[in-house]
């Protein structure tokens, strides 16, 4: 026993010690989507003291690393005010590595398909620093895919070749050489060449490509910002220039790019090119967000409730001494169970204590997590409301019963006065709080403003209040003003019912009461002819 526990602080030690040499993992961040990262990559991430991160790698993949790892943005953009010079990124990583940390270098798409990470990783072994490189999907090959586009085909060519149009092909001594690479490779494609477009195309014309060569451009490809046009090597110029697509961009030259009529999947996704903003409470899993994207849609989180542990929970505890008197429990949201749960257990008590109540839940969300406490719910309506559960109460009789509610300090009323009016004895107990939240107020109103939100999503009532009551009454005018270009989408009827009361229509209400059901309704919304 002794042994074993001295080894383990001996293997803490070491830990320790190890931690002391340094290294740089030069990771491929991929080309966008951040499902692209390698499994190696995100789990560097999850381990790094310091990220040193660029413009075209996905901000979402810093959210792997641990919460108090160093963050340092080294961004290239172009025309920005401030870029971080070449020799000032290798001193940020060379210090780093020198203060003996894990650093993750993330670099969009491959590191070494023109990102200067070979120049990078250079100086890091000029200095004899330990490093390892992990490849990425490079955005050639996803803005490929992601526009249909498969890069070689047996039918069309075997051969590709990556070249950047970062270089201004009428200087004399281009490093490219345009006579042999123009006819060469079958697909050629072309990063950082929005800007020289003309000029490439044509290089390309003169030295023998056919005017009619099928040409894509891709911009932002694998992210919800896709936008993709084709043409021919006649007509592409003036079609990027009619279509206002700017860098980061790619360019598809070649005959494959014609099978993208057949094989287009990323931007014929439902909700593809839809803005949405999803509000809802900060410690709801975006279950939705997550669910909305899968359908191609563009989300915006907003939390527009903040939970909150109550000052005081004598009124819950008094309750829990005498959980064996009620016949039901009723569990109204998901927060209520968490809640309950959290106090049941600070007091000592577990699943077995509520072996004499029946428990019932509004809808399956809440019943699911109920069931990871150990408990089957004996009663979900088949409508997940409020009233729904008060009807499917009143079905099986609730008069002399006795009827307990952990729920919300602000909560809807119908519930307790339905079961009251039938003859039960109804003690609604707060177990949490809410406030609601200003801090996305701003970014809302920005993008309503500039027309870029196209469906806003609410998942229940007081996330209705919370959001209107968010603006104020002084901004409440331009907000409804605002409001009226975009669709508003309710998860049922009761929070549908908040809307409508609040002066607010309701273009979209999910027929069943679920994440789920939310989503559908919302893709057939905007699937549907009209
Ligand atoms: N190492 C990167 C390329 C960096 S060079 C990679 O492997 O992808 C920067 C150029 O890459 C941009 O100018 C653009 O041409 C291209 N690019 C990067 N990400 C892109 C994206 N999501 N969509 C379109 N082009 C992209």
Known sequence: MDSGIIRCIDESNEDKSMKKSGKVYLVG?????????TVRGKSLLEKADAVVYDYLANPKLLQLAPADAELYYVGKKGGAKHSHTQEEINGILVKLVKEGKRVVRLKGGDPFIFGRGGEEIEVMADQGMAFEVVPGVTSATAAATYAGIPITHRGYTATVAFLTGHEDPTKAASNIDWAKLSTGAGTLVVYMGIKNLPNIVEKLLKYGRSPRTPVAVVRWASTPRQRSVVG????????????GIKA???IVVGEVVSLRDKLDWYEKRPLFGRRILVTRTRQQASTLVAGLEEQGAECFEC????????ENYDEIDGELERLKEYHWILFTSINGVKYFFDRLHKKGMDARDLKGPDIACVGRATAD????????????PSTFTGEGLAESLLDLGVEGRNILIP???????????????AGAQVSVVPVYQTFPESACMDMVREKLRAGELDILTFTSSSTVRNFISMFGEEGREELFKLLKGVKLAAIGPVTGKTLRDNGLPVDVEAKEHTIDGLIEAIVDSCTSPD
């Open 407 to 421: 729920r919300a300090k602000v909560g809807y009323e119908l519930l307790p006065e339905t079961l009251r009016g």
């Open 369 to 380: 997590l109920l069931f990871t406490y150990g408990i089957n719910a004996d009663l979900i």
């Open 232 to 243: 021919t090597l006649d007509t592409i110029t003036q079609i990027v220039a009619d279509a």
């Open 303 to 310: 939390s527009t409730i903040n939970i909150q542990p109550l």
């Open 248 to 250: 980061p961009a790619l």
């Open 29 to 37: 961040a991929g080309p966008g989507d951040p499902g692209l990262i």
